[in-house]
Each structure stands twice: as structure tokens, then as C-alpha cells.
């Protein structure tokens, strides 16, 4: 092992040879260790971010909380009595102090503690975007493989064609047409509404097809081409093909055996890169069937400009896409070793 | 030996051009295949603007408010009101061409700004390198971590609704797109000879940007700004729809699905007419985008 590593490395970065030898020696963990280093400034930055956009923007909280006929005093009274009177970054280094303990502030419309809420609602967007991901996967896997099969063939162009379509319906419209159908018209499932898994099983899964497959059918064509293109690359281009033809693989062996395989990294990639748009469309989701997750927490709060849970829940997201792209980048790194010794060098 | 040079030309060059023909022909039917998949979306998106921009200039549509009450809930196919009107007697189609032009001029400009500012951004930390690269990349990675639906909310919500407002918001998402985009497509281009012997030449670094840079990763900012278009248009709609976009009376997609949610059961072609026009637009937006790309990138 360690007289092929050179011949990897050399290549890519001759001058830092000097390096090779304490990388050489436990390449995963020194590869896990500095992507996880390299996510303390990218969350400082996103928390940082977050507190500047949702406290620098025009507007009194206490205002739209007192309501418009509050007097300029009594306004006074209450941003003092929430603190926002104190300068910026003595507010921001408050805010920063308690999320690093777990604390994200009160609600300034309940009282109740943000972290509270938002722990109270994350399973529920959690179950949601697990389910849709889970069956997108499981339905675009064989698709993109019977599309690859025959690059070009009927198969594939109906296949490219109708997932672009199914990408261009936006899931609040896809949801409306779904709940019109299904709720509306057959009356096979309820409109919305939420149960909670332990109270009754069945009735939690029957109020999360609807939502899950407004979610999961854009997400299942966006899946579906990636992970075909992925496929033809791997097809057309590696070496690893081309013996596992030679030595008699049939063409389902070689793309299911071989070449899914290693189109695998690549899926896993693009599951989390496309986690914050996921979450996005959780949020419009979430609002239309009157699902109380993160999103339905964050757009009420919108609402009542309760700007201390909005700051929390943009930062839960953001935290969510930030640690799943780390997961991503170390499991793909766990399974491919050419990733260790290539990238360890940026 | 003079004599047989031109006879030796002639003569061979049907023998070159031959082989060259036969597999031409063939191709004929797959290009012309192809360019209908380029056609058709094109066509329908020349129809879908000149529909929004200039029927209304026409002037025999009815105003998209301010209808009379007395004219509510006609159905579809109604004398004057070829699309029917709502509970508060607005005409439909007139209220579907009104909400598509706020659409298009926020998408338009929200991938414009993209486009240029990103695909600067993008481009000059690609040419330059080192640490500025870092900084401008991190800075946008960060951006990108964001939700942008959820960002795009928050920030809504902030300034306020509008029009402009809703460009600001959706903004901070198209512009770090751009700018990956483009520094993609720079890094590609740098170590090209052209480049070299542009920077030999001591050509300036704004010449450099704007000369030869940009021309050559236009093409790909084109391809990928009509995707945009799809995606700002669908993102647009989500703001309307939650009520933090185009403000009601003031027609858009979104906020007519949303105003068409609480009758749904009754009379779903209030959520259905906007929700065709919104697909039909992103649908075209988003085949043009893609059979453009496959073609460019052959």
C-alpha cells in the first residue's frame, strides 16, 4: 500500500511530497479531521450571516408586536426590555454565547424557549424529508438503470423528457393538484392535518403520502437524471468497465455491479448538496397541509415577526445542509479511497 | 505534370467529400429532431412573453382590477371574460397575462443581476486565484449552504413585500450560482494557448475579464440563466404564494393559487389556471435550457 501512495500523490502535488508520508499513515482520520475543521469557520460564517440578515433589516419587532397604535415610549419600553436596544455586536456576542449553549433565546410571541420549539418540530420535518428521500431514491435507482442501459433509447428519452417535466411542477402546485385529487375528488386521503407516529401509526402514514410525494417527485427526477448521467460517465470512460466486459459480464451485471457502484458517491453527493432546497420546499409543504414542522414554526413566526425563532430556524437549516455535506464528503471518503489521497492536497 | 494538378483536385474531391455526405444525410433527421427540441420551447415562450407583454397593450382585455362585483365568478368562456373571473368579478386571463408579466420582469431581472454580478465575481476569482479565489468562494459556499427558499422567506419578510423587494431576496441565491458557474467555466478556459498568448501580449486584466473571458463563458451563463429563469419563476410563485411577493389586489401566479387554495373544492380552476400558466412557462424554460446545453456542449 504505502509504495503505491506515492505514485498517486506525486502527480498531484509533487512540491508537498515532504507531506506525503504523515498522510500516507492514517489517511481517513487525517482526512475527517481536516474537513472538520474546516466546518468551524463555514458555521461561524453561517451563523454570522444569519443574525446579520434577520437583525439588520428595516423594521421594529416591538412595533409589529405592540401593534400600530403603541406609543414611541412604550415601544421604547419593550425593545429595552428585549434587549434591543444594546449596540449590534454586544447583542450578537449575547446571541452567539447562548447558541453555543444550546440556547437560541425566548420566543418574543409565546415566551417559550426557541430551542423548545424548534426540537418540538424537528422530527416532524425530519420524518417527512426522510420518507420522500428514501422512496425517491428507491424508485429512481431502477429508472436511471433502465434508462442507462440503452443511452438514447426510447427508455432514455422518455425518461429525460418526462423528468424534466416533473422538475418544472413547483411542489406547491403539485401538492394543491394532489390534495384536489386524492382528498377532494376520491377522498382516499386527508387533505391535512398531522398524527404523530406513536399516537397511530397508520394514520401518520396516511397523512404523509400527499406531502411526501409533493416533496419526492420533483426529487425523483432530479435524482433519476444525475444519477443516469453519472452512470453513462462511468460506462463510456473507466477502466473497470471495460475489464468487467472482458472478462463476459452481461450489461445488467456490468451497470449494476460495476458501474452503480461507483455512481453511488456521486448519488451520495448530490442527496445532501440538495438537502437546503429540500428543506425549502419542506417549508411551502409543510404550510399547505398544516404540518407542524420546522417550516410551519418558522413561516408563523414570519407572521409575528417573532425574529428570535425566524434566526433560529434559518440557522437549524442552514446547520442541517452545512453537517449533511460533511457527512457526505466523509462517507465518500470511507468508501473511496482514491478520495483520501487525491483531495487530501486542497 | 502541371496538367494533372487541377484533374487531380477534381477528382478527388468528390472522393473526399463522399464519405463525408453519406453519414451528413443520415444525420439530417436526428438534427432536425434536434433543433425541434430547441423550436418548440423556444416558440412557446415567444408566445407565452408576446401573450403577457403585448396582449395587454391591445387594449381590449379588462383591467386585471378594479372589476365589477356585479360580473363575479363567471365560468370559463364568458362574453368579455374568455377565461371566466373570480369572486370579486376580475377578469381571470387578464389577471394570468397582468401576474405573468410581474413574473417574467422579476425573474428577468433577478438572473440579469446574476448573471452579471456573479458571473464577474465568478470569473475574476478564477482568473486571479490564490486567496481572493478562497475568499470570494467561501463567502458563497456559505450562501449556498442557506436554504434559499428559506432565506429568500426571512429576507422577504424583512424588507418587506414588493416587486423590488422580491428581486433583492431571490438575488442572494442567483448570484452565488452565477458566480460557481462562471468560475467553473473560467478555470477551464485559463490554461487555454488563446489566454496565454492574450497575457503575453500584455493585454490589461479589465480586457482580459471582459475580451476574452467573457464572450467565451457567455454561452454557458445563457444556458444556465434560462434554467435559472425556471427556477426564480417557481421561487417567485412560493414568496407570492405565502403572501410575502406581489401583494393582492396586484396579480402574480402565486398569490392567485393562494387565493384559489381556500376554494378549492369548489372551484378548483382557480388554482388550476394559474398553476398551468406557471408550468407551461418553467416547463419551456427549463427544455430550451437543456436542449441548448446538450447542444453547446457537443
Given at each position: 500500500m504505502s509504495t503505491s501512495v506515492p505514485q498517486l500523490r506525486v502527480p498531484l502535488a509533487g512540491r508537498r511530497s515532504g507531506r506525503l508520508t504523515r498522510a500516507a499513515r492514517a489517511p481517513l482520520a487525517r482526512f475527517i479531521g481536516r474537513r472538520l475543521l474546516m466546518v468551524i469557520p463555514v458555521l461561524w460564517g453561517v451563523s454570522f450571516f444569519t443574525f446579520v440578515a434577520m437583525n439588520a433589516l428595516p423594521g421594529s419587532a416591538a412595533q409589529s408586536l405592540l401593534g400600530p397604535n403603541a406609543t414611541p415610549q412604550e415601544v421604547a419600553r419593550f425593545e429595552a426590555q428585549l434587549g434591543l436596544d444594546q449596540p449590534f455586536f454586544e447583542r450578537?456576542?449575547?446571541?452567539?454565547?447562548?447558541?453555543?449553549?444550546?440556547?437560541?433565546?425566548?420566543?418574543?410571541?409565546?415566551?417559550?424557549?426557541?430551542?423548545?420549539?424548534?426540537?418540538?418540530?424537528?422530527?416532524?420535518?425530519?420524518?417527512?424529508?426522510?420518507?420522500?428521500?428514501?422512496?425517491?431514491?428507491?424508485?429512481?435507482?431502477?429508472?436511471?438503470?433502465?434508462?442507462?442501459?440503452?443511452?438514447?433509447?426510447?427508455?432514455?428519452?422518455?425518461?429525460?423528457?418526462?423528468?424534466?417535466?416533473?422538475?418544472?411542477?413547483?411542489?406547491?402546485?403539485?401538492?394543491?393538484?394532489?390534495?384536489?385529487?386524492?382528498?377532494?375528488?376520491?377522498?382516499?386521503?386527508?387533505?391535512?392535518?398531522?398524527?404523530?407516529?406513536?399516537?397511530?401509526?397508520?394514520?401518520?402514514?396516511?397523512?404523509?403520502?400527499?406531502?411526501?410525494?409533493?416533496?419526492?417527485?420533483?426529487?425523483?427526477?432530479?435524482?433519476?437524471?444525475?444519477?443516469?448521467?453519472?452512470?453513462?460517465?462511468?460506462?463510456?470512460?473507466?477502466?473497470?468497465?471495460?475489464?468487467?466486459?472482458?472478462?463476459?459480464?452481461?450489461?445488467?451485471?456490468?451497470?449494476?455491479?460495476?458501474?452503480?457502484?461507483?455512481?453511488?458517491?456521486?448519488?451520495?453527493?448530490?442527496?445532501?448538496?440538495?438537502?437546503?432546497?429540500?428543506?425549502?420546499?419542506?417549508?411551502?409543504?409543510?404550510?399547505?397541509?398544516?404540518?407542524?414542522?420546522?417550516?410551519?414554526?418558522?413561516?408563523?413566526?414570519?407572521?409575528?415577526?417573532?425574529?428570535?425563532?425566524?434566526?433560529?430556524?434559518?440557522?437549524?437549516?442552514?446547520?442541517?445542509?452545512?453537517?449533511?455535506?460533511?457527512?457526505?464528503?466523509i462517507l465518500y471518503s470511507v468508501l473511496d479511497p482514491r478520495i483520501r489521497y487525491g483531495d487530501a492536497r486542497t | 505534370m502541371a496538367t494533372r494538378g487541377p484533374d487531380l483536385a477534381v477528382t478527388a474531391a468528390p472522393a473526399v467529400l463522399e464519405p463525408a455526405l453519406e453519414p451528413s444525410a443520415g444525420r439530417t433527421a436526428g438534427r432536425w429532431r434536434r433543433s425541434l427540441g430547441v423550436t418548440i420551447p423556444a416558440a412557446m415562450l415567444v408566445v407565452i412573453f408576446a401573450a403577457c407583454f403585448l396582449w395587454p397593450l391591445l387594449g381590449s382585455l379588462p383591467e386585471p382590477t378594479g372589476g365589477n362585483i356585479l360580473d363575479s365568478d363567471l365560468p370559463i368562456g364568458s362574453a368579455g371574460h374568455l377565461l371566466g373571473t373570480d369572486e370579486v368579478g376580475d377578469d381571470t386571463l387578464s389577471r394570468i397575462l397582468h401576474g405573468g408579466q410581474a413574473s417574467l420582469e422579476i425573474a428577468l431581472a433577478v438572473n440579469a443581476i446574476g448573471m452579471l454580478v456573479g458571473g464577474l465575481l465568478g470569473a475574476a476569482a478564477a482568473y486571479w486565484g490564490g486567496w481572493r479565489d478562497t475568499v470570494v468562494m467561501r463567502v458563497l459556499d456559505m450562501l449556498i449552504a442557506f436554504p434559499s427558499l428559506v432565506l429568500a422567506l426571512a429576507l422577504a419578510q424583512g424588507l418587506g413585500p414588493g416587486k423590488l423587494n422580491t428581486i433583492w431576496a431571490l438575488c442572494v441565491f442567483s448570484v452565488p450560482a452565477f458566480a460557481r458557474v462562471a468560475r467553473a467555466a473560467t478555470l477551464r478556459l485559463r490554461e487555454q494557448p488563446f489566454m496565454t498568448a492574450a497575457r503575453l501580449s500584455g493585454t490589461r486584466q479589465r480586457r482580459m475579464l471582459l475580451g476574452h473571458i467573457a464572450p467565451n463563458i457567455l454561452p454557458q451563463l445563457l444556458t444556465f440563466a434560462l434554467l435559472g429563469m425556471g427556477i426564480t419563476i417557481i421561487l417567485e410563485g412560493a414568496l407570492s404564494f405565502l403572501g410575502l411577493g406581489v401583494q393582492p389586489p396586484d396579480p402574480s401566479w402565486g398569490n392567485m393559487i393562494a387565493q384559489g387554495q381556500g376554494i378549492l373544492s369548489a372551484e378548483p380552476r382557480f388554482v388550476l389556471i394559474p398553476s398551468a400558466a406557471l408550468f407551461l412557462t418553467v416547463v419551456s424554460f427549463n427544455l430550451l435550457g437543456d436542449a441548448l446545453r446538450a447542444r453547446w456542449s457537443t
Open positions: 450578537y456576542w449575547d446571541w452567539l454565547t447562548g447558541v453555543l449553549h444550546g440556547d437560541l433565546g425566548t420566543s418574543l410571541a409565546s415566551g417559550a424557549s426557541v430551542s423548545s420549539i424548534l426540537l418540538d418540530a424537528l422530527p416532524v420535518t425530519a420524518e417527512l424529508i426522510l420518507v420522500a428521500i428514501v422512496v425517491a431514491l428507491l424508485v429512481a435507482i431502477p429508472l436511471a438503470l433502465l434508462a442507462a442501459r440503452r443511452p438514447n433509447g426510447i427508455a432514455d428519452r422518455a425518461g429525460l423528457f418526462l423528468s424534466m417535466v416533473g422538475l418544472s411542477i413547483a411542489n406547491y402546485v403539485l401538492a394543491l393538484v394532489l390534495v384536489y385529487i386524492f382528498a377532494v375528488k376520491l377522498r382516499w386521503l386527508p387533505a391535512m392535518g398531522w398524527t404523530t407516529p406513536g399516537e397511530d401509526l397508520g394514520q401518520n402514514l396516511r397523512c404523509l403520502v400527499l406531502p411526501a410525494v409533493s416533496i419526492g417527485l420533483p426529487l425523483l427526477c432530479f435524482y433519476t437524471r444525475l444519477l443516469r448521467a453519472d452512470l453513462l460517465e462511468q460506462m463510456q470512460g473507466e477502466d473497470y468497465v471495460v475489464t468487467a466486459r472482458a472478462k463476459g459480464a452481461g450489461p445488467w451485471r456490468v451497470l449494476v455491479h460495476h458501474a452503480l457502484r461507483n455512481s453511488t458517491f456521486g448519488l451520495i453527493t448530490i442527496v445532501a448538496l440538495n438537502l437546503g432546497t429540500l428543506l425549502g420546499g419542506a417549508v411551502i409543504v409543510e404550510q399547505i397541509f398544516q404540518i407542524p414542522g420546522v417550516g410551519r414554526a418558522m413561516l408563523s413566526a414570519i407572521d409575528n415577526r417573532d425574529i428570535p425563532v425566524v434566526t433560529g430556524a434559518v440557522l437549524v437549516f442552514a446547520v442541517i445542509v452545512v453537517l449533511a455535506n460533511l457527512v457526505a464528503d | -
